[in-house]
């Protein structure tokens, strides 16, 4: 029997990982195939998962919480807070580098099979960019596991609001070693995320609890498919990305509701289709227009959706690349809530799309992070942690790469379709 293994990394990481874990604890006993993410020994379960920050405060946070059972060597943290990458990646990373590898080593040794690792992540703070990307590298060479598949849920940064004048380096050191080393990368910013919450919920104050939540309801239907449906889901995000390096997938989620929204009504299949895949639901929001390479529809709901495995007119009116059409998923759950205010809904979905307008964001980062590196903004910083000059030029480099990488594909599509329209006159 195969397992997964999550790994939550630096504070933002590390609090998604505690909601979802609180998350995961109420569906145990619907899920059919338990031993996928618990370690079930003597009538107890313990979750797969290592927890793991260059600083001690969040993990102490999440060993607090009594309502899940954790083994003790699935925390791991150091001494000082990274807030660079160069430190999280070099001076404070180096130092739990293989302490962080032999607490995986011990877990994945209880599994009859390791199937993929699940990783949280915030690639705005240093350990969650730094000591990041030196994990997910190490556990390709050091660690010997190449051929497993590692699927990252990060958040970035968003566009317009930041609580770190570094995120920006943070960020474009970090995307181009995981771009490397991860199967697929699923994409959120804070913002965007605030925005779908206020548009769904009107709440009148949203914090941090409710945007991991929103992470946690993601990750959760997507091993679910695993754990209720005990279906194989390999093929799931390695699907969506079919060129290399263009792993980048946005996803949408919905619908939230308020325990106390009296008015609250379960949407038609054809409303609901139609509301996840709106431009507003979109987790990561890009200023362009969505331009889809591949997509996936992610349905949750207890019983048979009468959609599942169809094409309704909505999806075949979306903009897809070469005539590439959606694949249809569905978890056979019961929708479950952490947090006391939001309802159980019957029927919940994320809409997952390899979207190339992702590139409007991308050369917004790009251009932030040459106006700071022309100045030599903050570098000492990181060259005093361990970094050498040339990784920035390289970063700067890679980046750009990528975009070229987008706008080739782009400009190839509409070549394509250009002599398609003179074939038919």
């Known amino acids: 029997m195969s397992s997964a293994f999550h790994i939550h990394i630096g504070g933002a990481g590390v609090m998604i990982g505690d909601m979802l874990w609180q998350l995961y604890e109420k569906e145990y006993n619907e899920t059919n195939q338990k031993n996928y993410i618990y370690n079930e020994v003597d ?44 430190r999280g990646c070099y001076d404070g990373g180096r130092l739990i580098q293989d302490e962080a590898l032999e607490c995986i080593r011990k877990q994945i040794e209880t599994m009859d099979r390791l199937d993929e690792f699940v990783i949280t992540s915030s690639i705005s703070g240093g350990t969650g960019s730094g000591f990041c990307t030196r994990l ?24 317009e609001m930041s609580n770190n004048i570094i995120d920006t380096y943070n960020a474009v050191l970090s995307i181009n070693i995981m771009r490397e080393y991860l199967t697929s990368i699923t994409i959120f910013d804070n913002q965007s995320m605030y925005n779908v919450i206020d548009h769904q919920l009107g709440l009148d104050f949203v914090d941090y609890q409710h945007l991991n939540n929103l992470v946690a309801q993601i990750i959760s239907s997507y091993t679910g498919l695993r754990r209720f449906n005990s279906e194989d889901n390999s093929e799931f995000f390695s699907n ?39 431009k ?13 390479i591949l997509t996936t529809l992610l349905l ?52 997952f799309s390899n979207d190339a307008s992702i590139v409007s964001r991308l050369q917004a980062l790009l251009d932030k992070f040459y106006k700071f590196k022309k100045r030599q903004a903050y570098t000492d910083t990181y060259l005093k942690e361990g970094m050498e000059n040339r990784e920035f030029s390289e970063a700067e480099e890679r980046l750009s790469s990528l975009i070229i990488d987008y706008d080739e594909f782009r400009n190839f599509e509409q070549y394509i379709n250009r002599d398609l329209k003179q074939d038919e006159l």
């Open 240 to 278: 969506m990305c079919p060129y290399p390096h263009l792993q980048f997938i946005i996803p949408s989620y919905g619908k939230l509701t308020l325990m106390n929204d009296y008015n609250r009504k379960e949407l038609e299949s054809k409303q609901f289709i139609q509301y996840l895949t709106t």
């Open 280 to 292: 507003d639901q979109k987790l990561y929001q890009c200023p362009s227009n969505p331009n889809h």
């Open 300 to 351: 949750r709901q207890q019983y048979l959706n009468p959609f599942f495995g169809k094409l309704d007119i909505i999806h075949k009116n979306l903009d897809y690349f070469f005539g590439y059409r959606s694949d249809i998923f569905q978890c056979k759950s019961s929708n479950y809530q952490v947090l006391p205010e939001l309802a159980e809904m019957k029927q919940t979905g994320t809409f």
């Open 43 to 86: 009538g107890n379960h313990y979750p797969l998962a290592l927890f793991v920050d260059t600083d001690d405060r969040m993990i102490h946070e999440v060993q607090r919480n009594k309502s899940v059972k954790f083994k003790k060597h699935s925390f791991l943290h150091g001494k000082e807070d990274a807030l660079t990458y160069a």
């Open 136 to 159: 997910v590298a190490e556990l390709n060479w050091q660690g010997g596991y190449r051929e497993v598949r590692k699927n990252g849920f990060i958040i970035f940064p968003s566009s």
